[in-house]
C-alpha cells in the first residue's frame, strides 16, 4: 500500500487518482488545512497531521504501508519570508516525525515533492539537476534541507528516495475529476481562468522590461497530470531496487506570462482588463527546466506540454468550480 501525505491538495490527488487506476492500494494521510475531503475520491482516507508521531503511528499501523509519497508542505513563498517558523515546522521537523516513524514500521522507500525554489537564481538554462542550489526563500530553504536529511537518513538508516524538483505545476485532471483550488489562489494559470470568469477585475503582469521575447517573465509549466505520471515513474524506480537520486519535472521550454494569458483569452473566448505594473523584486527573468536526466533514468516524458492543452483542461476545471457556486446544472456549464 502507497501512504500519500497530502493527498487531498493539488498534486497528490492526481497523484492518488493515477495511483489507483494502475491498479495500486492507496491510503491518503491529511489534515485538509489546504486539502479537499472531496478530492480523495479513490483509496482509503486518513485525517491526521504529521506534527503528531502518534497519529502516523496509528496510521502506519493500520495500513500495511511498503513506500511513502510526501506532499504535505506549506508553499507560499511570500508567506514562508513573514512566516518562517510556520514553514519550518511544518515543512521541516514534521518530516522528521514521519521520517522516525517509517523508521519504526521499516518503510524504506519515499517520493518526496521538492521544487526548482532550491536553485534559487541559478546562473545557466535551462537549469539541470547539478546546478547549484542556493534558495533565496525560506520555502526553498526548506525543501533543500530536507532534501539533505534525506541523504543522511539514507546513509545511516537505509531509507532510499527520490526528490522531485518541480516547475509550474499547471492545469486539470482531464476528466474534470479534481483540479487546481487553492485559498489564497496565487498561481498564474487560475487567477487569468478567474478573471476570465469575471471573478477579478483585471489580471496584473509584474514587469515588461525583462530581457525575453515580450519583456514579461518566462516559466516552464508541466500538466499536474504529467506530475502524476513522474511519481509513479520515480515509485517504479525505487520498488525496481535503484538508488536514491534527484530529478527536475518540467517542459524543458517556457511560456511567458502575456504568452499565458493570450492563451487563456483564446480557449476562453472571452476578454478581460490586463494591468501592467513595476517588477516583483526577486523575479529571475526566465526559469527553465531540463527534463533530460527524467528522461533518461525514470523514462519519463511530458505528453500534455502545449500551453493551450494546460490551459484548457484548467479552463474546463474552473468553469465546471463557477457553476457549481451558482447552483448551475452541468449542461448549462458553457453558457456562462
Known amino acids: 500500500m502507497i501512504l500519500i501525505i497530502g493527498g487531498a491538495g493539488y498534486i497528490g490527488s492526481h497523484t492518488n487518482k493515477l495511483l489507483h487506476h494502475l491498479g ?104 539541470v539537476e547539478t546546478e547549484e542550489q542556493k534558495p533565496i526563500n525560506p520555502y526553498g530553504r526548506t525543501k533543500l534541507m530536507v532534501e539533505t ?12 528516495h527520490v526528490n522531485l524538483r518541480y516547475f509550474n505545476a499547471a492545469g486539470a485532471d482531464l476528466d474534470g475529476d479534481v483540479g487546481e483550488r487553492h485559498d489564497p489562489e ?33 516559466r516552464d509549466y508541466i500538466h499536474v497530470t504529467d506530475l502524476a505520471d513522474a511519481h509513479h515513474k520515480a515509485l517504479q524506480y525505487l520498488e525496481t531496487g535503484h538508488q536514491s537520486d534527484s530529478f527536475n519535472l518540467g ?20 476578454d478581460f482588463p490586463v494591468v501592467y505594473q513595476e517588477r516583483r523584486p526577486g523575479d529571475p527573468p526566465i526559469l527553465v527546466g531540463s527534463n533530460e536526466k527524467a528522461q533518461r533514468i ?26 457549481k457556486t451558482r447552483g448551475l446544472k452541468p449542461e448549462h456549464m458553457q453558457k456562462i
Open 251 to 270: 517542459n524543458g521550454s517556457g511560456y511567458s506570462v502575456n504568452e499565458v494569458i493570450e492563451s487563456v483569452k483564446k480557449v476562453s473566448g472571452r
Open 186 to 218: 496565487t498561481h498564474l494559470i487560475p487567477l487569468v481562468c478567474e478573471a476570465a470568469l469575471g471573478k477579478r477585475d483585471k489580471i496584473a503582469v509584474f514587469g515588461t522590461d525583462y530581457p525575453t521575447r515580450d519583456g514579461t517573465c518566462i
Open 149 to 160: 536529511i534525506l541523504k543522511d537518513y539514507e546513509h545511516a538508516y537505509g531509507i532510499r
Open 24 to 127: 495500486y492500494e492507496t491510503v491518503v494521510f491529511d489534515n485538509l488545512v489546504h486539502g479537499h475531503r472531496e478530492f480523495v475520491k479513490w483509496g482509503s482516507f486518513f485525517l491526521g497531521d504529521m506534527v503528531s508521531k502518534e497519529q502516523l503511528r496509528t496510521c502506519f499501523a493500520k495500513y500495511p504501508i511498503h513506500a511513502v509519497v510526501h506532499f504535505g508542505a506549506y508553499a507560499y513563498v511570500g508567506e514562508s519570508v513573514s512566516d518562517p517558523s510556520k514553514y519550518y515546522h511544518n515543512n521541516v521537523a514534521c518530516v522528521l516525525n514521519l521520517l522516525d516513524v517509517m523508521r519504526e514500521y521499516d518503510v524504506k522507500k519515499i517520493i518526496f515533492s521538492s521544487t526548482c525554489a532550491t536553485y534559487g537564481m541559478p546562473q545557466k538554462l535551462p537549469i
Open 298 to 323: 525514470l523514462g519519463w516524458t511530458p505528453r500534455y506540454g502545449a500551453l493551450d492543452t494546460v490551459v484548457e483542461t484548467a479552463w474546463q476545471w474552473h468553469i465546471k468550480e463557477h457553476q
